[in-house]
């Protein structure tokens, strides 16, 4: 499986859905952050938390970064593009909870190609409550949603989706 993390102004809403996907989905073998070159200094940190979470998890998957520039729509899409093309068929799970519109767009219509699995955003309830650590915040305020699933979707905590 690859896990397709899109990074926006948010890290912690990445970092705390690749987490929840994680305790749901099992371990990926690679995961690929891209984002837009406004949001890649956020890079290092976003790269150093998928590690540590995943060591926590006892397994290593290859971390890839791609970037493109600041709300380049084509450029998103050729992105993409290249990337589903390189999967090649594997299970793909989208986390496009920090992503921006340019991302979003072209990961979902580009995915649509690819063995896409799951497409998931993940609600934060409370704002009151940014910027933390996935067990750190309350679970029944983390509303885990899988666009491609049935009916009510996946759901983090007590609340449905």
């Given at each position: 499986m690859i896990h397709?993390?899109?990074?926006?102004?948010?890290?912690?809403a990445l970092?705390?859905?690749?987490?929840?996907?994680?305790?749901r989905d099992g371990k990926p073998r690679k995961?690929?952050?891209?984002?837009?070159?406004?949001?890649s200094k956020s890079l290092p940190k976003?790269?150093?938390?998928?590690?540590?979470?995943s060591e926590a998890f006892s397994f290593s998957p290859e971390v890839e970064t791609r970037v493109i520039e600041?709300?380049?729509?084509?450029?998103?899409?050729?992105?993409?593009?290249?990337?589903?093309?390189?999967i090649n068929g594997e299970e793909v799970v989208i986390n496009m909870t920090s992503g921006r519109k340019a991302?979003?767009?072209?990961?979902?219509?580009?995915?649509?190609?690819?063995?896409?699995?799951?497409?998931l955003?993940?609600?934060?309830?409370?704002?009151?409550?940014?910027n933390r650590p996935y067990?750190?915040?309350?679970?029944?305020?983390?509303v885990l949603k899988n666009f491609l699933g049935g009916g009510n979707g996946e759901v983090s905590g007590d609340r449905k989706a």
């Open positions: 397709v993390a899109l990074l926006g102004r948010t890290p912690w970092v705390n859905t690749y987490y929840a996907s994680l305790m995961v690929v952050v891209v984002t837009e070159r406004r949001y976003v790269i150093a938390a998928i590690r540590a979470i600041d709300d380049d729509f084509a450029g998103a899409e050729r992105v993409f593009t290249e990337l589903f093309r390189e991302l979003v767009a072209a990961a979902i219509i580009q995915g649509r190609k690819a063995n896409t699995k799951k497409v955003y993940m609600a934060l309830l409370d704002v009151a409550f940014p067990m750190m915040l309350p679970k029944h305020l983390q």
